[in-house]
């Protein structure tokens, strides 16, 4: 995975992190220029309930539109695409149960340290870790980490 970035309805960006080391990717300038071109390749598009895919600049995009933002996945054109689909709905899921199913702007913005948290136990510098929403949520929210948590002292 090259990148996965959040935008409002506008196309400016709420969240994002890019992973490709790519000189279209270099600086928040080339990434922002890079995300407008993609806003307006799929600012036709409906509000949908399924991820949509395209190609660009030799780069497959996914996306989908919850509530009023759009989550973009960016990837290489040799990825699969049935994994990265997989991957767009694992973080679409855990963003659901995390923030109780209140997708929509001002929730991300409220909640960015747990937008965030999802990324990082998705992706470690692009490469995924992780496709099970239940087992994201639980490491961003920490249930279940350790053994105190499951034991008493009188054990």
Do not use: W
Request: with cysteine; hydrophobic share 40%; net charge negative.
């Amino acid at each position: 995975v090259e990148a996965i970035f959040l935008l409002d309805n506008e196309g400016n960006r709420i969240c994002g992190k890019f992973f490709s080391k790519s000189s279209e990717f270099s600086t928040k300038d080339s990434q922002t220029k890079f995300e407008q071109k993609v806003f307006k390749k799929t600012s036709r598009a409906s509000t949908q309930v399924d991820s949509e895919i395209m190609l660009l600049n030799e780069r497959i995009i996914l996306y989908k539109f919850p509530g009023n933002i759009r989550i973009f996945m960016i990837a290489s054109a040799a990825a699969n695409e049935f994994i990265m689909n997989s991957v767009l709905d694992a973080f679409e899921d855990s963003l659901n149960q995390i923030l109780r199913n209140q997708l929509d702007h001002r929730t991300i913005v409220d909640n960015i340290d747990y937008v965030l948290l999802v990324i990082d136990e998705i992706f470690e510098d692009g490469i995924i870790l992780e496709t099970e929403a239940d087992n994201i949520v639980q490491r961003v929210l920490m249930k279940g980490v350790g053994g105190i948590n499951e034991q008493t002292l009188s054990e």
